[in-house]
């Protein structure tokens, strides 16, 4: 049955002649002329329509031309309306494809009157044109910004002078009043109350201890009528005011409470309270100048192939860190290039900024409040032959170098080397005879000591000679960039030979004061500083050898210096040996203390044979390999805690080397050539 339906229906739609055999064709959406934006719009009804997608607000734009359209308009219609103004900016916001076609529609009311359209009609304007006004506009919008910028800054300003002439006046006002109560005060006669006072008195008691309380009573009120006048007197002169107190802060760089003091002193004289502080601050440099000044820094200048190292010093280390101690130790480097000598009295002479650099120092000192000094300077180059270039580690170490022949970045990189290594000399030649003398006799009487005959005991001191010359002239130094070569090698590469160098360190040679933390703390306790045991021995002498060297010794030799524990410990420092060593050479040497090093060089290898038959069981084991070879050291000592120690341990690394001979903490190859970091 179903077939049969089927069938049927598709005869029927095959033989109808009508397109109208289910009725007209019905709109998907809606039936209305106009839909929203974005839907399919069909309008059979007038000759408005079309079928595209178009916005909404396009929609309405069309809707009211249409509506004007509909209405047939008349001429003075479509000329005040359809290509009015309005009209056209109305076009001007449509899509192309709708502005198009509203254009069309206004052209064709347009002809039909005879009416001229304006070819910028609903023509919305070009980029360039959009800029253009935009420059307009933005400049209309600047003007009127700066107007009323202009407009408050002038409501402000007349703001501040209405509040400095009320205060101006206010000031008067007061200074007139208390100038009127002083004067009212200095002519004021006593009341006339006290004459039945006295009289009373008179009658009750004698007239001799009136007269003594009247004698008492008098003296009372003068002070309360005269401070209001010795207040008021500055009120009358210049007043001392924050403004002014910072005004002389700012131009002589002194402390708040200091400047103050300088305008109370000088009545409020801006140019006199300058002097007062420049006297006081002579006064305060010249109190500072005997205290300790050992923190600093090296400041450096070059110009015309010169360089300067000038020596700034200060008491701490903060100090040497401030911007304007920085900025004097420059400004007294740059002052130094322009001397032919290493004078610093000269070079504090210089005027700079119209005062001289000793000026400026006195300020600094009386600004700070610290003790500053330009110790030294130092000079290299200013010949058409040489090259000079320094180099300053940290601020705290300087070097100058300068050679014939190289360039500046080779003095550079030698300053560096010196830095580092800090050789005595530059080539043997530069050392002098006497050292030579003075270390032959010290390795001859190491060489005796250790019992060699005397043809043997030679040929050690010339080999011994030669190797030092290695080890302080700084031609014969392994380069520390590149230790496969010399200084003198790397300068021989180069073409260069070396003239000279200068190398100065912050505080060489100036004693500083130590703390005795533990007399403080004593003191603070109230109880007695607490003595120094100077014969207590070191933790390394033995008690076999304390009992050897126990005899008693004069504490202060005939003739020398005091041996205090301070130079004990001292020579301790720089020599290395044991406290009753050391305490020994300086007896043995009357307290100097270059004797006393040298009896301890001349000691060293009697003392280690005298140590030698000591039992030393404890130590390390000291592993090294080259290629396919390993070997293992054993190095012993006396203690465990020698066997912690850095020297103990450097010597034993000592041996640890790889098969190009670099030192287990130099070599930079090691996977090459069996090295071990």
Not at 199 to 220: D, G, L, Y
Not at 414 to 438: C, F, G, Q, R, W
């Amino acid at each position: 049955m179903r077939l049969v339906s089927t069938v049927a229906l598709a005869v029927f739609l095959a033989t109808s002649t009508t397109t109208d055999a289910f009725g007209p064709a019905q709109p998907l959406h809606a039936t209305s002329a106009y839909g929203t934006g974005g839907s399919v719009i069909t309008n059979n009804n007038n000759n408005h329509g079309m079928t595209m997608r178009i916005g909404t607000q396009d929609m309405k734009r069309k809707q009211r031309l249409n509506r004007i359209l509909d209405a047939n308009p008349t001429k003075e219609t479509v000329q005040d309306v359809l290509l009015g103004a309005e009209m056209s900016t109305m076009i001007q916001k449509c899509s192309w494809k709708v502005r198009k076609n509203l254009i069309r529609k206004v052209q064709h009311q347009a002809d039909r009157y005879e009416l001229t359209v304006d070819p910028t009609f609903g023509v919305p304007p070009t980029q360039e044109e959009r800029e253009a006004q935009s420059k307009v506009a933005g400049a209309e919008r600047k003007a009127a910004r700066a107007a009323e910028m202009q407009a408050a800054k002038e409501q402000v300003q007349a703001i501040k002078e209405a509040r400095v002439q009320k205060r101006a006046e206010s000031k008067a006002k007061t200074a007139a009043h208390l100038e009127k109560m002083k004067a009212l005060k200095q002519s004021q006669t006593p009341p006339a109350k006290e004459e039945p006072t006295t009289t009373t008195i008179q009658k009750e008691s004698p007239p001799e201890p009136v007269v003594a309380a009247e004698a008492v009573s008098e003296p009372a009120p003068a002070p309360a009528v005269e401070e209001p006048a010795a207040a008021a007197a500055p009120a009358a002169s210049n007043a001392v005011t924050p403004k002014i107190i910072k005004e002389l802060r700012d131009s002589t760089g002194a402390g708040m409470m200091d400047c103050k003091k300088a305008l109370l002193e000088t009545d409020g004289d801006m140019e006199a309270a300058a002097e007062y502080l420049r006297k006081k601050g002579l006064a305060k440099a010249d109190k500072k100048a005997s205290r300790v000044a050992a923190e600093g820094r090296i400041a450096f200048a070059n110009e015309n192939g010169k360089a300067v190292m000038v020596e700034v010093n200060c008491e701490t280390d903060f100090v040497g860190k401030d911007s304007n101690f920085l900025e004097f130790a420059e400004k007294v480097a740059t002052s130094a290039l322009s001397l032919s000598d290493d004078n610093v009295e000269s070079l504090l002479s210089q005027e700079v900024d119209g005062e001289t650099l000793e000026t400026t120092r006195q300020a600094l000192v009386a600004k700070i409040g610290e003790n500053i000094q330009v110790r030294r300077m130092a000079s290299r180059g200013g010949s058409a032959n040489t090259v000079v270039g320094g180099y300053v580690h940290m601020n705290s170490i300087g070097v100058l170098v300068e050679l014939e022949g190289g360039d500046e970045q080779l003095c550079t990189d030698i300053a560096m080397h010196i830095t580092a290594m800090n050789p005595p000399y530059a080539v043997p030649e530069d050392v002098p005879s006497e050292v030579l003398e003075k270390e032959k006799q010290i390795l001859s009487a190491q060489a005796l000591e250790s019992g060699k005959p005397p043809e043997i005991v030679e040929k050690m001191v010339e080999g011994r000679i030669r190797k030092y010359l290695e080890e302080i002239c700084l031609v014969s130094q392994a380069y520390v960039k590149n230790g496969d070569k010399t200084v003198g090698k790397l300068l021989e590469e180069k073409g260069a030979k070396m003239v000279g160098f200068t190398r100065i360190a912050v505080g060489e040679g100036i004693e500083k004061k130590e703390d005795d933390f533990a007399a403080e703390v004593a003191k603070m306790a109230g109880k007695p500083p607490p003595a120094p045991d100077a014969a207590s021995p070191s933790p390394e002498v033995s008690k076999e050898e304390t009992k050897d060297e126990a005899t008693p010794e004069p504490a202060k030799p005939s003739g020398g210096g005091a041996v205090t524990p301070k130079t004990i410990k001292a020579l301790r420092d720089a020599t290395g040996a044991g406290m009753m060593d050391a305490k020994k050479a300086l007896l043995e040497s009357n307290g100097d203390p270059d004797l006393a090093a040298e009896y301890l060089r001349k000691k060293g290898l009697a003392t280690a044979d005298k140590k030698a038959a000591r039992v030393a069981a404890e130590g390390k084991i000291a592993i090294a390999n080259s290629g396919n070879k390993a070997v293992m050291v054993e190095i012993n000592c006396e203690t465990d805690f020698v066997a912690k120690d850095d020297i103990f341990l450097g010597f034993l690394r000592q041996g640890s080397k790889c098969s190009r001979g670099c030192s287990w903490r130099q070599c930079d190859r090691p996977n090459e050539h069996g090295g071990r970091r």
